[in-house]
């Protein structure tokens, strides 16, 4: 049970495309969460697989054949500038794994 | 604010020292985990907690021990600190003993080793 975030840092300009990586590999069926944290502040909940919605402009789509669960955004805003952990839960784990993460700069 | 509560949010102490964290879940979640956040090291799983009971551990040092509550607050205690144990501790709580589920995190308390 892992999950890899394989960048530590990702730089954008305003407005580009953002796609943070994640790829896990778990037994079984994953809950995959995306979470995001401001300035060393609380680890909020960004979204998760399960509710294929939108967050913030944020998406992410479970690809089961690629283990994959990358985040994207198609214009990257200054304000999105923060930490992204990739999460991994599931009925045969008993905690939530995290990814390294990955920071996102974003310069105007 | 996520209805989870850690005291204190700061914390400075000498190596060798002991210190107690404190975390608070949110209201009817039954689960606590514990996470260490380090500069150079990401979120590190600790242990995790369920209604009292231990359920998993991660890489947790053995100077470090943790206990839930019968009011499911937990405790993380830290012994013979040392400079390298300066980070970031995070809880967190989920409804469920198993995974699944959304965990909630509360704001983290910084410990500084000098």
């Known amino acids: 049970q892992r999950v890899t975030q394989p960048e530590k840092l990702l730089s954008v300009f305003k407005g580009a495309p953002v796609e943070l990586k994640c790829n896990y590999s778990?037994?079984?069926?994953?809950?995959l969460f995306w979470y995001v944290q401001y300035s060393r502040q609380r680890l909020q909940l960004l979204l998760r697989?399960?509710s294929r919605e939108s967050i913030k402009g944020f998406t992410a789509d479970l690809n089961k054949g690629e283990t994959s669960f990358h985040l994207k955004k198609p214009f990257a805003q200054e304000e999105d500038s923060a930490m992204y952990y990739c999460a991994l839960s599931g009925r045969s784990t008993d905690k939530l794994i995290f990814g390294t993460g990955t920071r996102l700069q974003v310069f105007p | 604010d996520s209805g989870v509560t850690q005291t204190p949010k700061h914390l400075i102490t000498a190596t060798g020292q002991r210190v107690t964290l404190r975390c608070s879940p949110r209201?009817?979640?039954?689960?606590v985990y514990w996470y260490q956040q380090s500069l150079d090291q990401g979120l590190q799983f600790l242990i995790h907690y369920y209604n009292g009971e231990e359920r998993a551990k991660g890489n947790i040092l053995e100077r470090f021990s943790a206990q839930q509550f019968p009011d499911l607050h937990s405790e993380l205690n830290l012994s013979s600190l040392e400079l390298g144990d300066s980070a970031l501790y995070f809880c967190?709580?989920?409804?469920?003993?198993?995974?699944?589920?959304?965990?909630?995190f509360g704001q983290g308390t910084r410990l500084t080793v000098v």
């Open positions: 209201s009817g979640d039954l689960s």
């Open positions: 697989h399960i």
């Open positions: 778990y037994s079984g069926s994953p809950e």
């Open positions: 967190a709580s989920s409804t469920q003993d198993r995974g699944g589920t959304e965990a909630f």
